[in-house]
């Protein structure tokens, strides 16, 4: 039997407080984030979203996490520093999902080892 993948859950909430978020401020970022960690959380649900983590490889995982995490970051950082971008909430909740994503892939990562008795 497959073991449920309690990360389904915490895409969940991220995608409702990025719902709550858009309908209460109207904003098309939130939307937008709210969407990515929807299909996050679908994505999570199958058993081949663990192979592909696993298949990746730490250093894959990671170099692909570290980038959707630090792009957003920077591109914020700078619109708010600059005055270009006011607070961006498909930026922040971007990296907040990649954030989650990265969690992920260490606990599913570890959870390889084990099996493999390398651990």
Known sequence: MR???PFTLIYLA???VFVVIWLSLTSIGAAVAAGFALTLTVCSLFPWWQ???VDMGKKGNYVVDA????VPLGIQIYGLLS???GLSYFLIGFAIVMLISTIE???VLNQAERAQGRV
């Open 14 to 16: 991220a995608a409702t």
């Open 3 to 5: 073991r449920f993948n």
């Open 105 to 107: 892939d260490v606990v």
């Open 51 to 53: 192979r592909t983590i």
């Open 67 to 70: 980038i959707g995490i630090l």
């Open 83 to 85: 005055d270009e971008l």
